[in-house]
């Protein structure tokens, strides 16, 4: 009964609508963090999301302003460390101790709301208002509409990055263009999830279909639904629970699809 | 075909400018004096040579003697640092349509999303930004995929993973994803490099077959040359500023080579293969490190 309440009030249909967009993001660029090997760059931009968003609520500017500045400044500076997976990570691990840090120190100058804080790390979908919806709106489309339009030479430069070269893809520039989307996508997540807990979304749902099929678009198609799945559902399944935050749900339901995947996966996969 | 048989180094331009060359008006590759530099370092100065449609070229020499960045400058992706080159009348750039590229066998990761068939397509339209083309043109672009693949035999495993694909197998598709644009040249970069000899030879058949069919000229390097030498027509040998061109018989010689490494070399025939021995490196007066003599059995540890 207290379910069907709540899914007949605006605050739920606002926390689906974004759920919904920042799912088909996460899913889009998943299967691309884990070709590009580049699980440790959305933890590290997310992290810093919330040294950006804790920076945002003591300027008053608000936590989703904050976070994606500070995703985007980050998403640079890794596009600048260059493209050798090894020492970006070891760069991104330095980077990440000191901003996570200095995020801590911000948090501790600002004397608001103190659930602020762990709204940052553990997300607050419920409490987005109309004008932050609308910016996730904004980002969820464009999100979209870039991933749609470098998929093609994004997917061949991932994978066989010399002969792309070769063949005249920009490669370098699609890599940055890229950390540019996962920032934007990290930002977004981090609403609904936390800055924790991106990973759930940007990275699980593409490991699960990764282990059901090697066709590529099987694979992004899988990825989107499998996020959709654990983004909408965990919001449901918090609105039933009542007092639980529906990260808990979201970061469940997507372990939980990969753990069925790599169960029942691999002799699916061994087919193409 | 024009046949330079002078070896040519800074100190003797004229006589390399001087020699015999006969300019067609058909060649799909030229390079007039081309010089190339990487960082302060010079690689081949003043290289002339022009290569006719359908013609097999090997190109070989120590490491680290400008084999590869060859192919880069034909790609477009190495400038000259002296000379001239045109690709198909036109000089190189990114991404040119005229031009397959065929680069050595790697190991893919197991669990990437893609099948041998997507490695394929890549060819087709994998530079290209924005959505495909609606049904019509799906069925059409998934049909010539399958020709091509139909062509080089790779059928059987074309919708394996391609973290799953032997090196053999990988490097028919990628044959298979070079001819797809029915390139004017194809560019191998030492795709039979950790093959067993058997795939050495199944994947070199293959491409000579594609210069048959098609005209396509081929540039092929390679650190041995005994796996492609029935198919080969000149071989293109560098050995630090200078190089030497030719039939492989006039070229793989003891003293054509002795005189391009500037020290004693010894080329043996045994049983249809060619055996460089010993040389110093020129510049560093290092052992010569390369391969011709590469055993049947020795894999490259790369």
């Known amino acids: 009964m207290d379910l069907l309440f709540y899914l007949s009030q605006p605050f739920a249909w606002h926390a689906l609508l974004a759920a919904t967009l920042v799912a088909v993001s996460c899913g889009l660029i998943a299967p691309f963090v884990i070709t590009r090997s580049m699980a440790f760059a959305v933890h590290g931009t997310s992290e810093l999301a919330f040294t950006g968003a804790a920076a945002g609520l003591l300027l008053g500017v608000g936590p989703i302003a904050g976070a994606l500045v500070g995703a985007l400044v980050v998403a640079g500076v890794i596009g600048l460390l260059g493209t050798k997976a090894r020492e970006r990570d070891s760069s991104i691990g330095v980077v990440l101790a000191f901003g996570l840090g200095l995020g801590v120190l911000l948090l501790s100058f600002y004397h608001g709301f103190a659930t602020q804080a762990t709204n940052i790390l553990f997300g607050n979908i419920f409490g987005v208002g109309t004008g932050q919806l609308l910016g996730l709106l904004a980002i969820g489309l464009g999100v979209i509409a870039a991933m749609t339009y470098i998929y093609r030479p994004l997917m061949f430069a991932s994978v066989d990055p010399e002969v792309a070269v070769a063949r005249g893809v920009p490669v370098r520039v699609l890599g940055v263009v890229f950390l540019f989307v996962l920032a934007l996508t990290v930002t977004a997540a981090s609403q609904v999830v936390g800055t924790l807990l991106v990973l759930s979304l940007a990275i699980t749902p593409a490991a699960a279909a990764q282990r059901l099929t090697a066709r590529p678009l099987a694979v992004t198609a899988l990825s989107v639904l499998f996020a959709l799945v654990a983004a909408d559902g965990g919001i449901v399944a918090s609105l039933a629970a009542g007092t639980v935050k529906p990260s808990v749900f979201v970061t469940a339901i997507s372990f939980g699809i990969y753990l069925l995947a790599r169960i029942f996966g691999t002799a699916a996969r061994g087919r193409g | 075909m024009s046949i330079n048989l002078s070896v040519s180094s800074p100190s003797s331009v004229s006589s390399a400018s001087s020699a015999p060359s006969v300019s067609s008006p058909q060649s799909i590759i030229r390079l007039r004096d081309a010089s190339l530099k990487l960082g302060d370092r010079k690689l081949w100065q003043k290289l002339n040579l022009e290569v006719a449609p359908g013609e097999f070229l090997a190109v070989l020499g120590p490491n680290g003697s400008g084999k590869t960045s060859f192919l880069r400058v034909l790609l477009g992706l190495e400038s000259l640092a002296h000379g001239a080159v045109m690709v198909a009348d036109q000089p190189p750039r990114r991404g040119s349509e005229h031009i397959g590229y065929v680069p050595q066998q790697k190991g893919f990761d197991d669990s990437l999303p893609a099948r041998g068939r997507d490695l394929v397509r890549f060819g087709l339209d994998g530079h290209r930004f924005g959505l495909g083309g609606g049904g019509a043109q799906r069925a059409k672009d998934a049909a010539a995929v399958a020709a091509v693949i139909r062509e080089v035999g790779a059928t059987a495993y074309a919708d394996k993973p391609i973290g799953l694909l032997s090196g053999g197998e990988q490097q028919r598709l990628r044959v298979a994803q070079a001819l797809l644009g029915r390139p004017k040249v194809l560019l191998c970069d030492e795709p039979l490099l950790s093959l067993d000899i058997a795939h050495q030879q199944a994947v070199s058949s293959l491409i000579s077959r594609q ?92």
């Open chain 2, 211 to 302: 210069r048959d069919r098609t005209d396509a000229a081929v540039v092929f390097v390679t650190h041995d040359i005994n796996p492609i030498l029935p198919y080969v027509d000149r071989v293109l040998y560098l050995v630090g500023e200078r190089w030497a061109i030719g039939k492989p018989t006039d070229v793989l010689t003891s003293e054509r080579l002795s005189e391009l490494y500037n020290s004693r070399v010894d080329v043996l025939r045994v049983q249809g293969r060619i055996i460089v021995v010993g040389g110093d490196d020129p510049e560093t007066m290092a052992p010569v490190h390369h391969h011709l003599d590469t055993h049947v059995d020795a894999q490259e540890g790369f």
